[in-house]
């Protein structure tokens, strides 16, 4: 069945106020953009908007689904704020324990909120997306930007960006269960491409996929008779985490092009 596009609720409001929307547009809408520009995170941009705290283009904008163009005056509390957004990818070691998602209904404690203590002030004001998701008991690098577009690219099923884990699991696998992890194997979801696999130590195997389907590693590893018993995250793409666990760093620009094949001119 043909899957129905959703239409973007910035591009619905746009199309309330001032009819169709030329599809090459630079626009976005107001609170994401805000969040993007590093003014002040989304859900604190949606008050500020609804407060009557924003202007655009010397309109006070109640509506924080409000298309904006680029080059467009915004004022926030009356001050001009630039609303030019730096591309920026950060690399955090996730912790064990806490979930990737917005919300923690178990109260265990969310990614974000972890990223959130532990970054400057300079950007604690940015809007920042999980590049994919990891388990709540995985370990390893997580990926966090403040341009969805580097989320659809890593995220993409078409984009095939490895990623590498390393899994502690019951009993050796033998050669030949590594060698079904390599060629493919059916999960219930259908097959899997294939993948990098070897034997790091007796029960320790390191996983290269080029995709990233729920829970994965530890379907493909139950299906050849290995359950997952710990797991973690080294790299994606040629980005290796290098920092301690609880902490981040800011990717340079040729990790984020050459290491993630990011192309910021060609999305
Ligand atoms: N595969 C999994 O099973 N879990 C993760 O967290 C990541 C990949």
Redesign the pocket.
């Known amino acids: 069945m043909a899957r129905k596009t959703k239409t973007p609720r910035w591009l619905e409001a746009a199309r309330r106020r001032t009819g169709p929307v030329s599809p090459g547009a630079r626009t976005d809408w107001l609170a994401r953009a805000l969040g993007r520009a590093g003014v002040m995170p989304r859900a604190e941009a949606e008050k500020a908007i609804r407060d009557g705290r924003v202007e655009v283009g010397g309109r006070v904008e109640r509506e924080p689904f409000a298309p904006v163009h680029s080059g467009v005056e915004v004022r926030v509390d009356g001050q001009v704020r630039s609303m030019e957004a730096p591309l920026l990818v950060l690399m955090f070691h996730k912790p064990a324990g806490v979930v990737v998602a917005g919300t923690d209904p178990e109260s265990v404690g969310t990614v974000f909120e972890r990223l959130r203590e532990v970054l400057p002030a300079e950007l604690q004001c940015f809007e920042w997306y999980a590049i ?7 370990t390893g690098l997580l990926l966090f930007t403040n341009d969805e577009r580097v989320v659809q690219h890593g995220t993409s099923p078409d984009t095939h960006l490895p ?1 590498r ?1 390393v899994a502690d699991v019951a009993g050796r696998p033998s050669e030949e269960a590594l060698a079904r992890l390599r060629e493919g194997l059916v999960l219930d979801d259908g097959p899997t491409r294939p993948a990098g696999a070897r034997l790091l130590g007796p029960e320790r195997v390191e996983l290269v ?1 080029t995709e ?10 139950a299906a050849v008779g290995h359950p ?1 018993r710990t ?1 973690h ?1 080294e790299a994606v793409g040629t980005v290796v985490l290098d920092v301690p666990v609880g902490t981040w760093r800011k990717l340079s620009e040729s990790e984020v092009s050459e290491g993630l094949g990011f192309n910021s001119t060609s999305t």
């Open positions: 994919g998701r990891l388990d709540r008991d995985t990623k884990y996929l990233g389907r729920h829970h994965q590693v530890k379907r493909m590893l997952v797991l995250r």
